[in-house]
């Protein structure tokens, strides 16, 4: 069935680039906001916006009878979930075919049974999938019996929430109960298992999508190392790590792991890969990934659009594309790297973002944006393609050297730095890299800065409270320092 | 007021400490072009000399980005590093989780004093400097903005 009016449950750069698409396919779009978000560039991105409600995402983008409301009041015919919020909530997915509308994402029961982390290492053990040895127990004799050091791990969500590292059976007991603890917060879900921990892992994960007539097929893997609390900073595709027999043992499983739950629409079956090749199964999201644009640009294929076309009950008319160069994408998320990655909001008072032959930026804020508590601090997802790998590096560099984000601090200048280094180049890309990495701001020509700084004009030195001035130098305000 | 450029100030760079009225190098040794001085482009931004090459500034308050390096600076008194400060104030808004010391204790540079919650995640807020706490101002579950003096810590 066409969809004709779609509406984007997100906010943010997803947003924006779900909308891309569906114009591009003469699909009208239906943008939601919060109060915080009223004036959001996805809201113009959209042909008509709906508000939701106050600036907490319970009250707005988590709220399912808000959504189903603002579905029925724009005539929406379907829902793109994006990631994040609702998008891997089963009873949301359900509620919106419920109201007689298509759900852009897989039938709720598989939602539920690849959100269910233990159930789903034993559907994807059965399925002939590996798995990283553990037990579906929180008993601490029957871990202890695995061998340290384990990780814990909340059966109920991801993202690092509920997960601990634990060395020795004394710390073990404590670590449960954190573990516990924090998954209830994060999930309302306290059970927990615990894995063997693989050590200095990779991150690689195989796209997937899967069409209504039982074709799955894979757009190949990326690899996804470079993270700071479990949460990823830098992508690329191919993985550096893979030869071609690996690969296509692993995109091989992943397409199993799909199969064997019946999957419809994008996926992604995420991997850890140890230093002598062997890959586990890790989980499956099943959504649309942040990362998704690498694989689009080493591909060529449109994820959103297969996303709507199989939602439409279109055929898939393959099984695999083949990669061609290499793509990396940078994650630019407001949090300062050389205080631990402390969030950073605040207005954005300058924005200027790279262009070039195979550069591409997917943002969800502008000038003048405020960046907020309330939402995922992403700002924007640079991301390059060339054909080998050390160009799409020197690209990456380039392009996020010609970035210029004042207002906020971000993670981008630690991000050029790591893709500049050494053991990157190198393709030493583990998921401890960014630890062994250390980074600190590196001097700079001071002098410059400092000329730089004295020549400006004052009208944005004035966020600290002086009001606007037609002052040409700084030092007119040098005052309040002294 | 005068000419402000004559202050004899110096500012810091991030954690350098330069000469206010110091033109980039360049064009000051021997024989090369008198230093260029910095250009200000109908956008906003700055032309500056980098190491003999033109490069494009952007400023916003105390940020200045050249080449996607963002250093804050700021004016310093006396020509050494900004004092330490005496006050622990949280970065950004946030909620108090827990008070970990009380008035009279002794701390080192870098202990924990207070941890806030922001983003659903916790940051400690860590002693500027060694000393004696002298006041404490944070209670666990308040709502606390940047610039309100949570905890006090006075050298001895």
């Known amino acids: 069935m066409p969809i004709q009016r779609l509406l984007i449950a997100n906010r943010g750069e997803i947003a924006i680039r779900v909308a891309r698409t569906a114009r591009e396919m003469g699909i009208a779009t239906v943008a939601v906001y919060s109060d915080a978000d009223a004036d959001a560039p996805h809201v113009r991105a959209c042909d008509t916006a709906v508000r939701l409600g106050p600036a907490p995402p319970a009250e707005s983008y988590l709220a399912v009878d808000r959504l189903l409301a603002a579905a029925r009041v724009s005539g929406a015919d379907a829902v793109h979930p994006g ?144 993270q700071r609390r479990h949460q990823k900073l830098v992508e690329e595709a191919p993985s550096p790590a893979l030869d071609a027999a690996t690969r296509a043992r692993f995109c091989a499983a992943a397409v199993e792991a799909a199969r064997a739950v019946g999957y419809t629409g994008a996926g992604t079956v995420e991997f850890l890969l140890d230093a002598e090749g062997h890959f586990y199964f890790l989980e499956m999201n099943t959504r649309i990934q942040v990362e998704h644009p690498i694989t689009e640009l080493v591909t060529g294929v449109d994820i959103v659009r297969e996303q709507l076309r199989i939602a439409m009950g279109q055929a898939l008319g393959y099984t695999e594309v083949p990669a061609r160069g290499h793509a990396i994408e940078c994650r630019i998320v407001a949090e300062d790297p050389s205080r631990g990655f402390l969030p950073s909001p605040g207005r954005i008072a300058r924005w200027r973002l790279p262009v070039g032959p195979g550069v591409r930026v997917d943002a969800g804020v502008e000038e003048g944006s405020e960046v907020g508590l309330f939402y995922d601090p992403l700002l924007a997802k640079v991301i390059v393609h060339a054909p080998d790998r050390a160009a799409a590096c020197a690209r990456m560099v380039n392009a996020l050297a010609d970035l210029v984000v004042l207002g906020v601090d971000t993670t981008a200048e630690l991000l050029m730095d790591v893709v500049a280094s050494a053991p990157f180049a190198a393709g030493d890309t583990t998921t401890d890299f960014l630890e062994r990495f250390a980074w600190s701001p590196p001097d700079v020509d001071a002098a410059a800065y400092a000329a730089a700084w004295r020549a400006a004009p004052v009208v944005t030195a004035i966020a600290h409270g002086a009001g606007p001035t037609a002052e040409p130098s700084p030092w007119a305000t040098l005052g309040r320092w002294r | 007021m005068g000419d402000a450029r004559e202050v004899a100030v110096k500012v810091q760079v991030g954690h350098q400490v330069v000469d206010s009225d110091v033109v980039a190098p360049g064009g000051v040794a021997g024989g090369s072009p008198p230093p260029q001085e910095p250009q200000r482009r109908p956008d906003g931004s700055v032309l500056v000399n980098v190491g003999g090459i033109v490069r494009t500034a952007f400023v916003a308050g105390d940020q ?93």
């Open chain 1, 83 to 226: 990631y994040g919020f609702l998008a891997e909530n089963a009873a949301f997915a359900q509620a919106v075919l419920d109201a007689g509308l298509t759900w852009v994402g897989p039938a709720p029961a598989v939602i539920t049974a690849m959100g269910d982390k233990v159930g789903a290492r034993q559907r994807m053990r059965a399925a002939g999938v590996p798995v990283v040895p553990g037990v579906e127990s929180d008993d601490p004799a029957t871990i202890a019996a695995l061998g340290f050091p384990v990780l814990v791990k909340a059966a109920g969500g991801g993202g690092g929430k509920g997960m601990r590292r634990v060395d020795a059976v004394e710390a073990l007991a404590e670590a449960l109960a954190e573990a516990r603890s924090e998954a209830t917060t994060a999930f309302g879900d306290g059970r927990v298992y615990a894995e063997r921990l693989v050590e200095r892992p990779r991150h690689v994960e195989v796209q997937v999508l899967g069409d209504t007539f039982g074709t799955i097929a894979h757009l190949g893997e990326r690899e996804c190392s470079i």
């Open chain 2, 64 to 156: 200045v980005s050249i080449g996607g390096r963002v250093r804050r600076v700021r004016p310093v008194a006396g020509g050494s590093a900004a004092p330490l400060p005496t006050t622990v104030t949280p970065p950004m808004p946030a909620t108090v989780v827990k008070v970990l010391v009380a008035v009279g204790d002794t701390v080192e540079a870098g202990q924990k004093l207070v941890t806030v919650a922001a983003m659903k995640m916790e940051t400690a807020l860590r002693s500027p400097r060694a000393g004696v706490v002298t006041a404490v101002r944070a209670v666990p579950g308040q709502q606390v903005r940047p610039g309100e003096e949570l905890v006090v810590v006075e050298g001895t």
